[in-house]
């Protein structure tokens, strides 16, 4: 190098190289040693912090592979540089999670992954300005989510400030794109599933990272999907820390694993039981165990779920170790499946046996053809494929920084996907789905010459149709016969095959009434799934040795299969599947009672069986004996001769009649009398209700008497159902006397005398109620929680405590009702946190005499005054918090501070000046004129003006301001033919400086204009405006 | 002299220092080109990585040593050593890499302090272990064991029966704490409280993985193990030939009550289906057979053997019926015959007795776990 240099033929270098000292060339050389030294000593760091755990990304952070990740990173890091940059750290994207933690408490905890675990970390929570007190603390099963800069956590905020209405929520760092994307079908396939959001999330105003936020599974999930409180079961015994030493982990062979997420503890019905049973049953291997596993579930939710997670391509996920959770309804002891950590993988590379549950559930042939049906919606017009592009269009064009950020980080931090990766599953599913479907072959093979012996075995997974049998030259008389009871032979128990004879092309054919099912059965006894095969055998007589073809179609894609031959003599062997024969649809039967009867066990009616009682008749029930219908109940007794339900014996109360179930809708009841039953749990279904109808439709109970029940809740409870209460009497009821659950419906004209708790007490619910005389409640006289929406009015409310009380996030119509000599007349209060908010009344022509309070609210409640639009009719637009889009189209114009949905309206937040909000239509409005109404609400405003613009038009419209911050007010704009193009509401706020006396500073209140709902009347002239009409299917 | 020597080595230093820039330069280069080549670097920084596996993997000798310590019965020696190997010890959490290796320390520790006296801190250390991971049921084990040994008067210790309960719920047919269970609730009269944990015992769902040879393939089936006659239906491909079935029971005692084949149809064929009777031809390995013939199973090898005199189409299903009996032992069996005598249930008693196998030999059926996790 000193000759290469030193006598160099160019005087500049050999001047240059006299020069250089060896200083000059250690001090050259500091850098890139300086971080080689860096990149060997961070990797070997990682190494070693990773190689603390024991896991499968623990074992894969190898010093070679951490060394290049960061030698990747450094090399992006300019890059990186320039994208965070253009992170806008106050941005107000709802979708984005600003967190503030105490940065030292923050590393104490997330920094050091062998620590830490259990720990929460006091925070704030930024919601454009508001900020919430949460706690944070790590998540995650392994050391994925706890070794590397961007650590899993799970957030969750206080009782009184909720966000995205939860409590608990994981954001999580794996795999964010692809997991979000096969997380978010799940909506589309009708599951019990937790929401699931993509969060880019700010930490200390510094992007940390995009995240997949997680609802945590809990009570509020279970009310946010409509079902009641009851047990959550969770199954995870795949890591560290979750899985119990020295017990076996497969979940579906030991039920003593099962930990519980919500308990619901009913006497008798211990939740360890269900899971105990259901695992029993899993295991039994026979088929009278099978049907009991059908009846814990419900066979078609499964189906949808293993069509999703075959989509996804990932049904091995969910498997006999893990990501197990199951919610059992209360209602119907019937086992759910949550969908839990579902990840987009290629189908085609199967890498484990399905779980224990799945391989039972798809030994059932019908599973399996209404999952190949579910899937042929989806893959055979490229649904699927639809779908995740627009989901990918959706979160590419709003993340894009965000997913290009933690891209360049990429091998540092964990793999986040892309949405390429999603466009390209889909598709790769979808193709193999497709094969799948079109495999629907059979194998055909005959023997016999009087009497012809037809054995067909499907072997795809599609099944086939027989359509119809080639009968040679000759058709004779011929008969086909179903190997009913699969012994081989042709006997008395085999059933016919009904059809015909048609001659195709001069050939005759034996064409069945119907196409003569051949369903596919899946072999999933080794990894993946596989093809069965299934065996079917028909005999065919009057035609003695003719040459038959068999004509069959593909039973999901209807194209012509071409059966495989099938040698005579070959051994016939037993399937996975049971076979769909051995399913026996059972004849419905209808029981009929009359005179004097005295029940002395309980009464179960099976699915479909009817039950009809004589009038007169007179049941008499022993203590805690049951009556529960499955089927429909004709019980119409008549004025003089009532139906009558009475306990035998008058000390102790007998159970409840239940009508259980879809098939017992349609039962109807009148002059009948309910007297003296107590509740009931039959077969882990619990009756809170002396009587009880759930999950049934177009159940009617008309002039029919409830009276002294003891022990139970409710007197009549509804839940999940369509019923209608009319024209009947409650008096002496124990507790509440109706009780609706998730129920619609109609309560009307009813009397209701000396409730023990409510008169009509409403979940979820929205029944029309008018005409009721509701007296001396001991509670409220109408009680409407949990997100209800039922119209009131006409009814007459005395004496009671409270005369109708309004609760979390319930929203009724009241309007035309009496009140009088109540304590409180209409209490509107936020009593349940988990809806996040409190009661909403609509207000308006209601007569309030002599109450105690007529009005009384709390600081979460709202009421609305002004006629209420008509019962039934649909808005047009509802805003809240909805974390979709800051201002749903909305734009802020003067001087306006703030446009953002903001809990439960889209809030203008107006400085002094006038602050405009405008909204884009287009609406050609002809004559007769329609009529806009919108629910607004004002504080600190002097003025309030609605604004219509159009082609030549413009209307005014001012509006009177109530300044308060919990009352709202309905108004009306007629709107006169035209074309309108803008619809923009002004808002002028009060001068309202006020000095502070605490602190002497200046301070200034923005006005605030909220707007809840907008509803427009396209044409008042069609009977729309009767405020109260119900609809048509609510009339009893 | 010092300065003699500085003076020296700065006039070597310059006479030789274009030499030592060009190797220093040479050094960098090395070095740079080892991190950017990635077929320099690998084997390189595969090397660092053993270096580092190497280190860590002292922390099983080190653990063994002090087992062997404790083994010899050194144990002044084994507890020094292993409270100072507690102290650096790698694994803080359960979710660690060598939660086991901790596991095992802390019991050797706490055996060390138990052989040495040291009552008190022998049972801190056992419950250390349970905290460490309250989902091992054998360190639940391990502390009641402990209680009752180092507290045990008359009666069976307060804390032992709260480890014990703590193990039958994550492992509700760990018979050992159902009998110490029991013998804790009838020392203190309670019958009543000791015949509901026997009944837990004889009720909880408990299965056991049978493996089932039958033609060239293998079946696990789980039985319910609950004293009770089942039903098995298994779809099998044996070959035309010898009829031959084996099914491992795991140490279960188990009942044939009846076996049965199934002969395949043939395409095209109407000839009926056809059944053949198995019969029970012999038990293989450590096992007994009642008259009635009950396999007592004597050894977690167990096997019965069913055979067919002949099979000339093969077979195509089987059919069992089958009773798998849980462990019992005569000492849990008299505490719950002493529980139905005082609560006066003796038409219980005799009922369940058909559902139970009672074995003579304690340390046998208290080895027959649940399958290991």
């Keep these: ?1036 | 002299m010092a300065a003699d020597w500085q003076g020296r080595l700065r006039t070597a230093f310059r006479r030789h220092e274009r030499r030592l820039m060009v190797v220093y330069a040479l050094v960098v280069a090395a070095v740079v080109a080892i991190v950017g080549v990635p077929r320099l670097r690998s084997p390189v920084l595969t090397t660092v990585q053993q270096m580092f596996d190497r280190a860590d993997r002292r922390w099983d000798s080190r653990l063994r040593h002090g087992e062997a310590l404790v083994a010899e019965g050194r144990f002044e020696e084994a507890a020094t050593y292993l409270v100072n190997l507690d102290s650096i010890f790698p694994a803080r959490t359960v979710h660690a890499g060598r939660d086991r290796e901790r596991e095992r320390l802390l019991m050797a520790l706490a055996l060390s302090y138990e052989r040495l006296g040291r009552n008190g801190r022998a049972l801190d250390t056992y419950r250390r272990l349970t905290a460490f991971d309250p989902r091992n049921w054998r360190s639940h084990f391990a502390l009641a064991q402990a209680v009752e040994r180092l507290e045990g008067g008359w009666a069976t210790p307060d804390e032992a029966a709260a480890a014990y309960r703590a193990v039958l719920a994550m492992h509700p047919n760990h018979l050992p704490s159902v009998r110490g269970l029991m013998q804790y609730a009838i020392d203190g009269g309670r019958f009543d409280e000791a015949m509901m944990v026997w009944d837990a015992y004889l009720d909880d769902v408990m299965l056991q993985l049978l493996y089932i040879y039958a033609g060239d393939a293998v079946h696990e089936v789980n039985v319910r193990v609950d004293g009770r006659p089942q039903e098995v239906v298994l779809p099998v491909r044996m070959p035309p030939g010898d009829g031959h079935v084996q099914i491992h029971t795991g140490g279960f005692s188990l009942k044939v009550h009846e076996a049965i084949v199934v002969t395949p149809q043939a395409v095209g064929s109407a000839t009926p289906t056809d059944t053949v009777p198995l019969a029970v031809l012999r038990h293989w390995s450590a096992g007994t057979t009642d008259a009635d013939g009950v396999l007592r199973a004597d050894a977690p090898a167990s096997v019965v053997t069913l055979a067919a005199p002949e099979l000339p189409s093969g077979a195509t299903a089987l059919r069992l019926r089958i009773t798998a009996f849980k462990p019992l032992d005569r000492d849990t069996w008299s505490l719950a015959e002493r529980s139905y005598r005082n609560l006066l249930r003796l038409e219980e008693r005799d009922a369940v007795t058909t559902r139970l196998l009672v074995h003579p030999d304690r340390a046998l059926v208290d080895s027959l776990d649940a399958i290991p996790g």
């Design chain 1, 1 to 1036: 190098m000193n000759r290469f240099f030193g006598g160099s033929r160019l005087p500049w270098i050999r001047s240059w190289w006299r020069r250089l000292r060896f200083g000059d060339i250690v001090l050259l050389s500091l850098l890139p040693l300086l971080a080689a030294a860096y990149l060997l000593l961070s990797a070997a760091g990682e190494h070693r912090q990773a190689r603390q755990f024991d896991d499968w990304w623990s074992r894969s952070r190898t010093v070679p592979l951490t060394f290049a990740s960061r030698l990747g990173w450094m090399k992006r890091f300019p890059e990186a540089l320039l994208v965070d940059r253009r992170f806008d750290t106050e941005t107000d994207d709802p979708a984005v999670l600003h967190l503030l933690v105490p940065r030292s408490e923050w590393d104490d905890v997330m920094a050091d992954p062998a620590t830490g675990f259990g720990q929460w970390v006091e925070g704030l929570v930024d919601d454009a300005g508001r900020l919430d007190q949460v706690r944070v603390r790590k998540r995650g099963d392994t050391s994925v989510h706890w070794t590397t800069p961007k650590v899993s956590f799970t957030v969750r905020t206080r009782k009184s400030s909720l966000y995205r209405g939860h409590r608990a929520m994981a954001f999580s760092g794996r795999d964010v794109v692809t997991t979000y994307a096969a997380n978010a079908l799940t909506r589309e396939f009708d599951l019990l599933a937790p929401d699931t959001w993509l969060a880019p999330v700010f930490l200390n105003r510094r992007f940390y990272g995009l995240f997949r936020g997680l609802e945590l599974t809990d009570e509020s999930f279970l009310r946010r999907h409509g079902r009641m409180p009851g047990t959550i079961y969770r199954g995870d015994a795949a890591e560290r820390g979750e899985y119990y030493k020295g017990l076996p982990r497969n979940l579906f062979a030991n039920p003593a694993i099962w930990e519980y997420l919500t308990v619901n503890d009913r006497p008798g019905a211990a939740p360890a039981d269900a899971m105990a049973a259901l695992v029993s049953d899993l295991n039994g291997g026979t088929f009278a165990s099978h049907q009991r596993v059908l009846a814990r579930v419900d066979p078609e939710e499964v189906a949808r779920l293993m069509a999703l997670l075959l989509l996804v391509g990932d049904p091995y996920h969910m498997d006999d170790v893990h990501n197990q959770l199951w919610y059992e309804d209360p209602a119907t002891a019937v086992l759910h499946p949550i969908p839990w950590d579902l990840r987009l993988l290629d189908l085609g590379q199967p890498t484990m046996r399905l779980n224990t549950f799945f391989r039972e559930m798809l030994r059932n042939p019908s599973v399996v053809e209404w999952v190949t049906t579910i899937l042929a919606e989806w893959v055979q017009e490229d649904r699927f494929v639809q779908l995740a592009d627009s989901i990918t269009a959706d979160l590419s064009a709003r993340f894009a920084d965000y997913l290009r950020f933690d891209g360049l980080r990429a091998g540092v931090i964990p793999p986040i996907g892309t949405p390429s990766d999603v466009s390209r599953l889909a598709r790769v599913n979808s193709a193999l789905l497709r094969t799948w479907l079109d495999d629907a072959t059979v194998a055909f093979g005959t023997g016999g010459s009087d009497t012809l012996v037809l054995d067909f075995e499907t072997r795809g997974y599609a099944g086939a149709d027989l359509t119809a049998i080639g009968l040679g030259e000759e058709p004779g008389r011929p008969m086909l016969w179903r190997d009913s009871n699969r012994n081989g032979v042709l006997d008395e128990a085999d059933q016919p095959v009904s059809g015909a004879i048609e001659v195709d092309a001069g050939r005759p054919r034996f064409v069945p009434d119907a196409p003569e099912p051949l369903r596919a059965g899946w072999d999933t006894g080794q990894p993946g799934i596989r093809p069965g095969r299934l065996h079917y055998r028909f005999f065919l007589t009057g035609v003695p040795g003719v040459q038959v073809e068999a004509a069959l179609v593909n039973r999901v894609s209807g194209a012509v299969v071409t059966p495989v031959a099938w040698e005579a003599g070959d051994p016939i062997m037993a399937a996975f599947s049971w076979h769909p024969w051995q399913f026996q649809a059972a004849q419905p039967t209808t029981r009929r009672w009359s005179g004097n009867i005295h029940l002395r066990g309980t009464v179960r009616l099976a699915a479909g069986d009817t039950l009809v009682i004589a009038p007169g008749t007179t049941i008499r029930l022993d203590p805690d004996v049951s009556i529960v219908l499955r089927g429909p109940l004709h019980a119409v007794g008549t004025a003089t001769r009532p139906i009558q339900f009475l306990p035998a014996d008058q000390r102790l109360p007998w159970g409840a009649l239940a009508l259980q179930g879809p098939l017992a809708g349609g039962s109807r009841l009148a002059h009948v009398a309910f007297r003296g039953g107590g509740g009931a749990l039959v077969d882990r279904i619990e009756y809170i209700g002396m009587v009880n109808v759930h999950r049934a439709a177009d159940v009617e109970f008309r002039q029919v008497e409830f009276a002294d029940n003891v022990r139970s809740d409710d007197t009549f409870h509804a839940l999940h159902a369509e019923v209608h209460v009319v024209d009947s009497r409650f008096r002496n009821t124990n507790g509440d006397a109706v009780d609706y659950d998730y129920s619609v419906g109609t309560i009307a004209d009813n009397t209701f005398e000396d409730s023990g708790g409510d008169g009509i007490d409403l979940m979820a619910s929205s029944p029309w109620i008018h005409g009721n005389h509701v007296a001396r409640s001991f509670d409220k006289g109408i009680s409407v929680g949990e997100r209800s929406s039922a119209t009131i009015n006409d009814n007459v409310l005395v004496d009671g405590d409270i005369g109708i009380e309004i609760k979390d996030a319930s929203e009724p119509a009241i309007t035309g009702n009496r009140l009088e000599h109540n304590r409180v007349a209409i209490k509107v209060s936020r009593k349940n946190w988990r809806y996040g908010t409190g009661g909403w009344a609509k207000l308006h022509d209601n007569i309030l005499e002599a109450n105690g309070v007529d009005v009384e609210l709390d600081d979460r409640s709202r009421v609305t005054r002004g006629q209420p639009p008509a019962g039934g009719a649909q808005w047009w637009a509802r805003y809240q918090a909805d974390f979709d889009s800051p201002r749903g189209g909305w734009v802020s114009g003067g001087s306006a501070r703030s446009l953002r949905k903001r809990d439960d309206a889209l809030v203008l937040a107006a400085r002094p000046g006038v602050a405009t909000m405008t909204l884009s239509v287009d609406w050609e409005v002809e004559d007769p004129p329609g009529q806009l109404v919108l629910e607004l609400g004002a504080h600190a405003l002097d003025a309030v003006s609605i604004v219509l613009e159009g082609e030549g038009t413009e209307l005014e419209v001012p509006v009177a301001v109530i300044d308060d911050s919990t009352e709202f007010r309905f108004v009306h704009v007629d709107v006169p033919p035209g074309r309108y193009r803008s619809l923009t509401l002004t808002a002028t706020p009060t001068a309202a400086d006020r000095v502070q006396r605490t602190t002497g500073l200046l301070t200034r209140t923005n006005g605030l204009l909220r707007l809840r709902r907008m509803l427009w009347y396209p044409d008042r002239g069609e009977g729309l405006w009767d405020p109260f009409a119900p609809p048509a299917s609510r009339r009893p």
